[in-house]
């Protein structure tokens, strides 16, 4: 019997797809692969699959044209990881002609800005991260430390001074993408002061950095590791580095991906966790007798344990997205079906519609949804057979919407090569 490995919702249907026979990969979910005017497709074509990159490895960088569905070469990069790839994206006002990447040249990690028609290329001091939508400048952070750390990061390595548990020069900056100048705007050592937390206990770092819509602020994580995995804390802060929030969460409150859904306010998955529960989760620490207890289960217990039993024996409480008002207060939940899968979530225009997506399931299977925040249900839009899970060269579906959002984007990998798709959603009458 042959699996059906993409199931769609009759209302929706796939309006382009990257050869099956090439890789062909965007990144994260917080930025639309597909041209203003929908004539072009951004993507990675890779010339590797399951394994994680290595440090001579070359990515190409190009588009699709859409009229043709011809593949369009522009660059190489070696700066490249799974998750979130070069931070490929088109570049603002007019997300048109000027796409900007990471890329790796003589010892350090910088960022080339191209123009696909002229070709014409500017090469940046630094690499990039959440990118204004203006165009003129970035909110980074140090990829160089990103190497020492859980965050995605790139296989060429800097310099082993990073790899101290919180340096005191490790730090957020801002990079002027028009006269290619950067400065320091917040410091490691100061969040983690401010915090009250312990700096010598912990290894401590910046991660996943997001723009509200208009560019006046930026979500944050500040990460840091603990004898049972790792803590994310959420901050929020001006494009300066001044007036930083921190979302206040309990003890158990695990957080993992962040949608801005307007200017003002934000979703966090959150997932509530018991101390039983920890031992499943989070990075392996230095105690022989968990890390034995915790692959074993992983590898030879929990795929034969009945779901409902699982859900029963190891509760992890709940699970949710926390909607916030920044700077002000947590707002309550939005509940999406179904419950308890993590996603990558962003928004509509309109804020009418929260898009999202789950880990595999049981069947290996990852599900494209959308929620309805008005009528508040759930539309699942499709569902899509995973050839890799629970590692780190997986493809997780990342869904965007297009400018026009009537069509959504996702990555996906069916049987072995990462593939590129266009759903169009026109029958849907979002707007």
């Known amino acids: 019997m042959v699996m059906n490995k993409v199931k769609l919702n009759q209302k929706a249907s796939v309006e382009f797809q990257t050869p099956k026979d090439e890789s062909f990969k965007f990144g994260y979910y917080n930025y639309n692969p597909m041209s203003a005017d929908g004539t072009k497709l951004l993507a990675h ?59 790796y040249e003589e010892g350090k990690f910088i960022s080339r800005i191209i123009n696909v028609h002229t070709k014409e290329s500017k090469t940046i001091c630094k690499a ?15 990829f160089e430390r990103c190497s020492f750390t859980r965050a995605y990061s790139y296989a060429p390595k800097v310099d082993d001074y990073w790899k101290d548990i919180s340096p005191e020069e490790d730090v957020i900056i801002k990079v002027d993408l028009q006269n290619n100048t950067f400065k320091k705007i917040i410091n490691l050592d100061r969040v983690i002061k401010s915090s009250k937390l312990p700096i010598e206990s912990s290894k401590h770092w ?11 602020r930026f979500a944050f994580y500040h990460r840091y590791e603990t004898e049972r995995g790792f803590v994310t804390r959420c901050l929020t802060s001006n494009s300066d580095g001044s007036e930083i929030w921190n979302l206040p ?61 699982k859900k029963k024996v190891i509760p992890t409480n709940t699970s949710y997205y926390l909607s916030v008002k920044d700077k002000k207060e947590r707002m309550g939940k939005i509940e999406v079906s179904p419950k308890g899968m993590d996603g990558h979530p962003s928004f509509s225009n309109s804020g009418n519609y929260m898009l999202t997506d789950t880990y595999a399931d049981l ?48 990555d996906l990998n069916l049987d072995g090569n990462t593939q590129i798709m266009v759903i169009n959603l026109e029958s849907f009458n979002l707007n």
């Open 45 to 103: 074509k890779i010339n590797f699959e399951g394994r994680l990159p290595r440090e001579n490895d070359i990515v190409e960088i190009g588009f699709f044209d859409l009229k043709t569905s011809i593949w369009i070469p522009l660059q190489t990069s070696k700066a490249f990881n799974w998750q979130q790839c070069s931070m490929l994206q088109w570049l603002g006002p007019d997300f048109n002609d000027r796409i900007i990447f990471n890329d």
């Open 128 to 142: 990039i991260y959440a990118v204004h939508p203006s165009g003129e400048y970035s909110i980074s952070l140090n």
């Open 206 to 216: 910046f991660e996943h950095i997001m723009f509200n819509n208009n560019g006046s």
């Open 249 to 309: 969460l309990s003890d158990t409150e695990l957080i993992s991906h962040l949608g801005w859904s307007n200017d003002e306010d934000f979703v966090v998955y959150t997932r509530l966790q018991s101390k039983f529960n920890s031992l499943w989760v989070g990075k392996p620490n230095k105690k022989i007798k968990d890390n034995l207890v915790r692959k074993v289960y992983r590898l030879l217990i929990k795929p034969i344990i009945p779901e409902f039993v």
């Open 363 to 410: 069947n290996n299977e990852r599900h494209l949804l959308l929620h309805d925040l008005v009528n508040k249900k759930t539309i699942k839009i499709g569902s899509f057979f995973s050839h890799y899970n629970n590692c780190n060269w997986r493809a997780d579906l990342h869904p965007r919407f297009n400018s026009e959002e009537n069509k959504i984007i996702i």
